[in-house]
Nanobody, 125 residues
């Protein structure tokens, strides 16, 4: 069983930056692809970014490309999401997810088997 705990959310002004962390335990982190998703109340959970197990390939939603950077430190069993030039529309609860089962689904919810409980990001205008 894989446990994921997000941290680093908070309140920030538009144009500011935040760095989210996702600490993993209970599994072999270096074997998993990791993803970040976000969800506003009443909306669907949407893909934000993903990184393959090796860290060599990353994927981004068009809405965050050029502003957000996903990374991982396999020695620390932690994935990160660096968020710059934040906009009010980035406000959401951010979830990290682990992709244990091998597939090509890196950008959809059904590609991930384990989820954290989320960390809230609020961007004020």
């Amino acid at each position: 069983q894989v446990q994921l705990v997000e941290s680093g959310g908070g309140l920030v002004q538009a144009g500011g930056s935040l760095r989210l962390s996702c600490a993993a335990s209970g599994g072999t982190f270096r074997l998993y692809a990791m993803g970040w998703f976000r969800q506003d109340p009443g909306k669907e959970r949407e893909f934000v970014a993903a990184i393959r197990a090796s860290g060599g390939t990353t994927y981004y939603a068009d809405s965050v490309k050029g502003r957000f950077t996903i990374s991982r430190d396999n020695a620390k069993n932690t994935a990160y999401l660096e968020m710059n030039s934040l906009k009010p529309e980035d406000t959401a609860n951010y979830y990290c997810a682990a992709k244990v089962i091998l597939s090509t689904k890196f950008t959809t919810r059904d590609g991930y088997q384990y989820w954290g409980r989320g960390t809230q990001v609020t961007v004020s205008s």
